[in-house]
């Protein structure tokens, strides 16, 4: 990535959200473009062209900000981002960033180069397999004490079992409430990281690889339910 003291004159811009929803709606880029258009109309500058990379924040593929990327490097542009905080942690992004040859600014943090960005794609990359590898401790461990972390039939076994089935709810309910307890330390990190919202934490659970009891991703309303269970059970 080039690096250089003062900004071109011009600037393409990288929005990003991360939901298809959140696209459709405009939710977040609001606030990304109007710090994209006060950083620009501070420095005397131009902004050519604007790419919005609609994605799931599982992904690694970004088609929007490679677009970007071209069109900045053809022009002489330099990449802008309205907060680099909140991609710090994504190692796909920095790493696209960090060899792409292009000029990059962030309007939080003007002052980040090639240094910054190569250490920050190295710790996110660590974290990402951190916590990847504690997680799959976490539940080795507690699938070792007898808890059963996936059973795509059990709500067809309640339904089968009608009122005899007391006991197997009670089960289900006892596994459930272990799997949450499991999950507990990740989601104090997540919170503690500033991800408030369902949408938000869910979000970020898909990031870090980390899936539901039943093997698949998050969304508001099981995120939802995992935290109602855990404000039952702590």
């Given at each position: 990535m080039v690096r250089e003291t003062?900004?071109?004159?011009?600037?393409v811009a990288y929005e990003?959200?991360?939901?298809?929803?959140?696209?459709?709606?405009?939710?977040?880029?609001?606030?990304?473009r109007k710090a994209i258009d006060a950083f620009a109309a501070e420095r005397a500058v131009t902004v050519l062209a604007r790419f919005t990379e609609v994605e799931s924040g599982g992904r690694n593929d970004r088609p929007e900000l490679k677009q970007a990327l071209d069109l900045a490097r053809l022009t002489g542009a330099t990449l802008?981002?309205?907060?680099?905080?909140?991609?710090?942690r994504n190692a796909a992004f920095l790493l696209t960033l960090q060899g792409s040859g292009v000029r990059f600014v962030a309007c939080d943090m003007p002052e980040?180069?090639?240094?910054?960005?190569?250490?920050?794609?190295?710790v996110a990359q660590q974290e990402r397999e951190a916590i990847s590898r504690r997680t799959k401790e976490a539940l080795?461990?507690?699938?070792?004490?007898g808890v059963k972390l996936g059973n795509p039939n059990g709500a067809a076994a309640l339904r089968r079992a009608g009122e005899g089935g007391v006991a197997l709810r009670q089960t289900v309910a006892?596994?459930?409430d272990e799997f949450a307890q499991t999950l507990a330390p990740v989601l104090g990190s997540i919170r503690a990281e500033g991800h408030a919202t369902f949408r938000a934490i869910a979000e970020e659970l898909n990031v870090r690889g980390i899936q539901t009891r039943r093997g698949g991703g998050w969304h508001v309303s099981n995120v939802r339910n995992l935290l109602e269970r855990l404000g039952r059970v702590l």
């Open positions: 003062a900004l071109s004159l011009k600037l990003r959200v991360s939901t298809a929803r959140q696209g459709r709606s405009g939710l977040g880029l609001e606030a990304q802008v981002i309205a907060k680099l905080d909140r991609l710090s980040a180069n090639d240094l910054t960005v190569g250490i920050m794609a190295l080795a461990a507690a699938k070792a004490r006892s596994n459930a």
